[in-house]
């Protein structure tokens, strides 16, 4: 069964610093990989995924994840965090070898960009 | 190219009603899932429609259920609404739903059991 952990429920950090979002996974397969982000009152919005080739991948609003096929992992990046990044981040995975799955979840971390 | 559209935005229900939600996919995308999305549950898999057809369906009763039409716009029903069906129901789409596509996801309808 495919799983998706987001250890932290929050991070905050200061404007113009880096942030990072992490993710790990669990497929029996190779995985494709995603991350959302939610503002409020909104859907999920998509940022980037992870299908196959180079490790790092670059996405939507300055934003990149590195995929890490050791530690399964697949944390969220940003090199200069932004007050209007405040929002609540999802990533999600589904099994690349198991026919059509559905997209799994992870519960969410809440960015709290701090002016 | 216009987003995936759900209406309505807000439903307010009593317990033992019925509600049926509707999802207007991006145009030209044949893949439908339903989410519902509730702060102690996070986001879970309701059901996904492809070409009419229920392709994938999560762990939930029998009240909920779902259809397709031919346009590739979907409905889900929730029969003999409980307190605990309060809860944002996300509509999401893509081209044809194979895993390496990206889901678009609507706004949500934000329905409430009193």
């Known amino acids: 069964a495919q799983s998706v952990a987001q250890p932290e429920d929050q991070v905050n950090v200061a404007e113009g610093n880096p942030l990072t979002v992490k993710c790990t996974y669990s497929v029996s397969g190779n995985p494709y990989l995603f991350w959302y982000v939610q503002y409020p009152n909104r859907g999920l919005q998509f940022l980037l995924k992870y299908i196959t080739g180079d490790n790092l991948v670059k996405g939507s609003y300055g934003f990149e994840a590195e995929f890490n096929k050791s530690q399964t992992s697949f944390h969220l990046k940003k090199p200069s965090a932004l007050v209007s990044d405040s929002a609540l981040y999802f990533c999600a995975v589904r099994d690349r070898n198991s026919g059509n799955t559905p997209l799994v979840f992870g519960k969410g971390t809440r960015l709290s960009v701090i002016a | 190219k216009a987003g995936v559209t759900q209406t309505p935005r807000y439903l307010i229900k009593t317990r033992g009603q019925q509600v049926t939600l509707s999802c207007s996919p991006i145009?030209?995308?044949?893949?439908v899932s339903w989410y519902q999305q509730t702060p102690g549950q996070g986001l879970q898999f309701l059901f996904e429609y492809f070409s009419e057809t229920q392709r994938n369906k999560g762990n939930f009763p029998g009240r909920f259920s779902g259809r397709q039409f031919s346009n590739s716009r979907s409905e889900m029903n929730v029969s003999t609404l409980e307190l605990g069906d309060s809860a944002l129901y996300l509509c999401?789409?893509?081209?044809?739903?194979?895993?390496?596509?990206?889901?678009?996801f609507g706004d949500g309808t934000r329905l409430s059991i009193l």
């Open positions: 999401a789409s893509s081209p044809t739903g194979e895993n390496w596509q990206p889901q678009h």
């Open positions: 145009s030209g995308h044949r893949s």
